[in-house]
């Protein structure tokens, strides 16, 4: 089993991962960033959806909304979620490395580090590609990652999250010359220790930069947060997008 299937990981460490506040922080984003406005009525694909924070307000707010997410126990929370906010949204499990729909979306997202999971390079690439594949002529792709030039200034500490029933303790370390990046979560509940991991790619805008265009995208930004801010030294999070031709 490879760590981005382990629903361990996803479900087990969900409270974690996804507290209450990215909820409703995905609401407002979806009412105000420029980045996610789009023509009325645009086929929007948010690939590795998750438990739907942005399926919901993206389907709110008209916009044809598929989700794709691998593991079930999420999709099933995103469906759920959905159902509770009395939208309509398709969603499907599937592997974001398979995933095409061909001319299928005006809109490709792919939100909170969802992407460069895969351990060879190439896979990464392939997912971009497959993005471009599933996008109408015109249509463009957003991808919102934790930068290398963000994740630089915030290595070297072990955070610490009191949880209602323990404490969570997750680290950062470096591999591999820097390319890639390793996240071990720890969950400490009384006498019982959890542990999970994630180890991905991680991208300077540069070579993300360089990656969309590998896969064939043109009018390539790359801004430091949801409000079109440049990605300079106060960013907080690194979006790239960029449109097929
Ligand atoms: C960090 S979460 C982000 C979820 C969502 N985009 C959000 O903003 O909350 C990554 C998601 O990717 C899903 N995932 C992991 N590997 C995947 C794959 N190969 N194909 C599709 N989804 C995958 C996980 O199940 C998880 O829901």
Same mark, same amino acid.
């Given at each position: 089993m490879t760590w981005y299937s382990d629903d361990g990981l996803w479900s087990g460490f969900s409270e974690l991962m996804w507290p209450q506040y990215l909820t409703a922080e995905a609401d407002e984003l979806v009412r105000e960033s420029p980045l996610l406005a789009f023509p009325a009525g645009s086929r929007v694909l948010d690939l $590795? $959806? @998750?438990? @739907?924070r942005f399926v919901v307000p993206l389907a709110r707010k008209g916009y044809q909304v598929t989700g794709v997410d691998l593991n079930a126990p999420v999709l099933d929370r995103a469906k759920q979620a959905a159902a509770d906010a009395d939208v309509s949204a398709e969603l499907v499990q599937g592997d974001m490395l398979e995933f095409v729909r061909p001319g299928g979306f005006d809109v490709v997202l792919n939100m909170y580090t969802s992407f460069g999971y895969f351990d060879e390079a190439e896979k990464n690439l392939q997912v971009l590609r497959n993005a471009h594949t599933s996008l109408a002529p015109g249509g463009k792709l957003l991808l919102e990652v934790f930068g290398k030039e963000i994740v630089a200034k915030n290595i070297g500490r072990t955070h610490a999250f009191p949880q209602p029933d323990g404490i969570a303790y997750m680290r950062h370390s470096v591999l591999d010359d820097w390319t890639k990046l390793r996240t071990d979560w720890t969950l400490v509940d009384g006498e019982v220790a959890r542990s999970a991991h994630i180890q991905s790619f991680i991208y300077s805008a540069a070579e993300l930069r360089r990656l969309f265009e590998d896969a064939g995208f043109t009018d390539i930004e790359a801004y430091g947060g949801f409000d079109g801010a440049p990605y300079d030294k106060r960013a907080k999070r690194l979006i790239v997008q960029g449109r097929k031709a």
């Open positions: $590795c $959806c @998750g438990p @739907g």
